[in-house]
């Protein structure tokens, strides 16, 4: 499967995005799909992730609450809807997707994984 990031932009703390994830390929519902960030001189950290059905959805922390992770299989695409931007939200972002039944939410858990797409939060 190839995933192809978009929706990143600068944003004024406070404001929102909406980030998508489209995925090429067949039998996109199989693959769980997460999202992830790296920030300059970080690791790439964890952020959402959803079950290839929709139905189970996972969330870091430092965004729960905040951010919202989705997907519309027809159109295999998954998206994440980020409210109340912070400057530490500042990242580029990546989705990833595997075809697993357990969600992981390690970076080494994903096999495929898209371009990113730079969020940056004026504060």
């Known amino acids: 499967v190839q995933l192809q990031a978009s929706g990143g932009g600068l944003v004024q703390a406070g404001g929102s995005l909406r980030l998508s994830c489209a995925a090429s390929?067949?039998?996109?519902?199989?693959?769980?799909v997460g999202w992830f960030r790296q920030a300059p001189g970080k690791e790439r950290e964890f952020v959402a992730a959803?079950?290839?059905?929709?139905?189970?959805?996972y969330y870091s922390e430092s965004v729960k609450g905040r951010f919202t992770i989705s997907r519309d299989n027809a159109k295999n695409t998954v998206y994440l809807q980020m409210n109340s931007l912070k400057a530490e939200d500042t990242a580029v972002y990546y989705c990833?997707?595997?075809?697993?039944?357990?969600?992981?939410?390690?970076?080494?858990?994903?096999?495929?994984w898209g371009q990113g797409t730079q969020v940056t939060v004026s504060s």
């Open positions: 990833a997707a595997t075809w697993t039944i357990v969600v992981p939410t390690t970076t080494t858990g994903y096999d495929y």
């Open positions: 390929g067949r039998s996109f519902s199989i693959y769980a």
């Open positions: 959803i079950s290839g059905n929709g139905g189970s959805t």
